[in-house]
């Protein structure tokens, strides 16, 4: 943006799609604070995410997220990696919005199971099978996902690729200034 106050760049999209890896790159580019959502959760609640899911249970973590929607909606100027499920709140994806620019990353299931790996540090996955509890999670996240301004497939992009593309998409439609 030429002039006033940068918009916030915001990444949303399933997990494991590259939202912090893709943004800490895409802040680099533009000259962008970076902020991970998650990491900054976990920092204040002094826990990692399952734990807070552990001990705390979802509800709990999803107000801590909504919390931190009301920081970042507070800022300028940052490339915004949100957690997967943060936008699935309509309030949240609302004020986002007027903060930011909302970028969509998705991924097929395959790639996501790839890069998620079988540790258990992802809570939303739980026990079962992994592909279908991913296949459930995207449908239903689905309509939140493509309330984005912008959507990428990083399936086949490499993390420096998919900052490049978002940078000059972001430029085309006149959202910031040339990298």
Same mark, same amino acid.
Do not use: H, W
């Given at each position: 943006?030429?002039?006033?106050?940068?918009? =916030?760049?915001? /990444?949303?999209?399933?997990?494991?799609?590259?939202?912090?890896?893709?943004?800490?790159? /895409?802040?680099? *580019?533009?000259? &962008?604070?970076?902020?991970?959502?998650?990491?900054?959760?976990? @920092?204040?609640?002094?826990?990692?995410?399952?734990?807070?899911? $552990?001990?705390?249970?979802?509800? !709990?973590?999803?107000?801590?997220? $909504?919390?931190?929607?009301?920081?970042?909606?507070?800022?300028?100027?940052?490339?915004?990696?949100?957690?997967?499920?943060?936008?699935? =709140?309509?309030? =949240?994806?609302?004020? /986002?919005?007027?903060?930011?620019?909302?970028?969509? /990353?998705?991924?097929?299931?395959? #790639?996501?199971?790839?890069?998620?790996? #079988?540790?258990?540090?992802?809570?939303? *996955?739980?026990?079962?099978?992994?592909?279908?509890?991913?296949?459930?999670?995207?449908?239903?996240? !689905?309509?939140? &996902? @493509?309330?984005?301004?912008?959507?990428?497939?990083?399936? $086949?992009? $490499?993390?420096?690729? !998919?900052?490049?593309?978002?940078?000059?998409?972001?430029?085309? !439609?006149?959202?910031?200034?040339?990298?």
């Amino acid at each position: 943006m030429t002039g006033g106050e940068k918009r =916030n760049i915001i /990444l949303c999209g399933f997990m494991a799609t590259g939202k912090s890896s893709v943004g800490k790159q /895409l802040a680099a *580019l533009l000259g &962008y604070e970076f902020l991970d959502m998650d990491a900054a959760i976990e @920092a204040d609640a002094g826990q990692t995410i399952p734990q807070i899911f $552990s001990s705390r249970g979802e509800p !709990a973590f999803r107000a801590l997220e $909504s919390q931190m929607v009301e920081r970042v909606a507070g800022k300028a100027g940052c490339v915004v990696a949100t957690g997967g499920g943060t936008i699935a =709140n309509p309030q =949240n994806i609302e004020k /986002l919005k007027r903060c930011g620019v909302i970028i969509t /990353l998705t991924a097929d299931i395959e #790639t996501i199971l790839l890069r998620v790996g #079988t540790g258990d540090d992802r809570p939303m *996955l739980g026990q079962g099978d992994r592909f279908e509890r991913i296949r459930r999670l995207m449908q239903k996240r !689905a309509p939140f &996902y @493509a309330q984005a301004d912008i959507v990428l497939d990083t399936s $086949s992009l $490499s993390v420096e690729e !998919a900052a490049r593309r978002i940078a000059a998409r972001l430029q085309e !439609a006149g959202f910031c200034g040339r990298p």
